[in-house]
């Protein structure tokens, strides 16, 4: 029962994000929520909440404005969804400012700058024969671990 409720609401939480993408950009009349891109959607598992993660391009001031015009049109959205979308309930919508972008372009502005994040892919990478290491497929493995692994067998 919980891997359908899983399935179900990861259904629910694409179904959002495609749906409240057509209602920012077509039915909500403030250009400022234009400029907000949906990163992520998170349902609860009663269905009754939704968090939706947006990436936000420009300053703070910029971002701080966009999130609280997204804030004010989150009751015509949910309005929107629940006449678009066929649910019991339509969930509460929150947006919430998703900030793993800067994150992850500073770890690798970081891992340049330490010479460890070439601009090359994983896979033209060649190990050496003092690492240690061994290379499939873009991957990493200490050479140290068995070959067969038997972790995902029901023994």
């Known amino acids: 029962m919980a891997r359908q409720r899983f399935n179900r609401t990861h259904r629910v939480a694409s179904l959002l994000r495609e749906t409240v993408s057509e209602v920012l950009r077509g039915s909500v009349k403030d250009p400022r929520v234009a400029l907000a891109t ?20 420009g300053d703070e001031a910029e971002r701080s404005d966009v999130l609280g015009a997204l804030q004010r049109a989150a009751g015509f959205v949910r309005h929107e ?9 339509t969930p509460s919508i929150e ?21 460890l994040g070439g601009g090359g892919a994983p896979e033209d990478s060649e190990p050496t024969a003092d690492s240690g290491a ?22």
């Open 38 to 57: 949906i990163t992520d959607v998170e349902v609860t598992g009663d269905l009754r909440e939704a968090r939706i993660y947006v990436h936000i391009s």
């Open 95 to 115: 947006f919430r400012y998703d900030a793993s972008i800067e994150y992850g372009s500073r770890i690798e502005q970081q891992l340049r700058a330490l010479g």
């Open 134 to 155: 061994t290379v499939d497929s873009g991957a990493t493995m200490d050479s140290r671990a068995p070959a067969d692994d038997d972790r995902d067998s029901d023994g």
């Open 81 to 89: 969804v629940g006449q678009r979308v066929r649910m019991r309930n």
